[in-house]
């Protein structure tokens, strides 16, 4: 099965913004869940913000309300995330992946809920 590809990371100073995207799935007319997660060494891997593609509808972890935002382009197959007042603790690999467990929840963003997941794209964030 295709995996997602994530691209748009770099490094920036505090306050800075980044834009990541995702690619590599295919819409169809069923709903799809689509997340963002990062990680940092030592730590697990923790859900950022999910999109349902059908509607649009957004979830996000509380650190993030109001800095980042999540959405899609469905005519390019495209979901991305903007990244904006940068904190260093912002500072992970970020992956994308789409909802498969059954049972699973869009809304909770838990990671074994999730799969296909790309390469990652590295987000750097200096004081």
């Known amino acids: 099965q295709v995996h997602l590809v994530e691209s748009g990371g770099g490094s920036v100073q505090a306050g800075g913004s980044l834009r990541l995207s995702c690619v590599g799935f295919?819409?169809?007319?069923?709903?799809?869940?689509v997340g963002w997660f990062r990680q940092t060494p030592g730590k697990e891997r923790e859900g950022v913000a999910t999109?349902?593609?059908?509607?649009?509808?957004?979830y996000y972890t509380d650190s993030v309300k109001g800095r980042f935002a999540i959405s899609q382009d469905s005519v390019e197959n495209t979901v991305y995330l903007q990244m904006n007042s940068l904190k260093p603790e912002d500072t992970a690999m970020y992956y994308c992946?789409?909802?498969?467990?059954?049972?699973?929840?869009?809304?909770?963003?838990?990671?074994?809920?999730?799969?296909?997941w790309g390469q990652g794209t590295q987000v750097t964030v200096s004081s």
């Open positions: 295919e819409y169809s007319y069923i709903n799809k869940c």
């Open positions: 992946g789409r909802l498969s467990r059954p049972g699973g929840l869009c809304s909770t963003m838990k990671t074994m809920d999730f799969e296909n």
């Open positions: 999109i349902w593609t059908s509607s649009s509808v957004t």
